[in-house]
């Protein structure tokens, strides 16, 4: 049997995994809108948009390896809880660059971007709360 944590200490986690699914969310959004601009392009342009979005997530995963190796060799369980945030943070970062090399960017266009990843955000946390 286990026992329940005290609701105060579940604050903090719900907080991280809200923020984790929010981050997710607006990857996937974006993610969407760089397939879209990536099959604008032509086909010729596929394969190279390709391997920079992969170039430009090599440091993403390098700095996530790196937080979970030193969190395991440090002896520090509380760095690693980081590592849920990071890499969606990375993920979405990563492809924000590569959209700005595409396209114009327009504030408009990013806060219906950021408003979409948040409605997705709060019906899949909604969701998990109803079952």
Do not use: K, N
Request: charged share 10%.
């Amino acid at each position: 049997a286990t026992r329940a944590r005290p609701a105060s200490r579940m604050i903090p986690v719900a907080i991280a995994e809200a923020l984790a699914t929010l981050l997710w969310c607006y990857a996937g959004v974006l993610l969407i809108v760089w397939i879209r601009r990536t099959a604008e392009m032509g086909e010729r342009f596929h394969v190279g948009m390709t391997a920079l979005l992969f170039g430009s997530l090599v440091p993403v995963i390098g700095v996530f390896l790196l937080l979970l190796i030193g969190a395991a060799v440090l002896g520090l369980p509380w760095l690693a809880r980081a590592a849920p945030l990071l890499l969606p943070a990375g993920l979405a970062l990563s492809l924000q660059t590569e959209l700005a090399d595409v396209e114009t960017p327009h504030e408009a266009a990013h806060l219906g971007r950021l408003l979409i990843a948040a409605f997705a955000a709060m019906a899949l946390i909604g969701a998990a709360a109803w079952w």
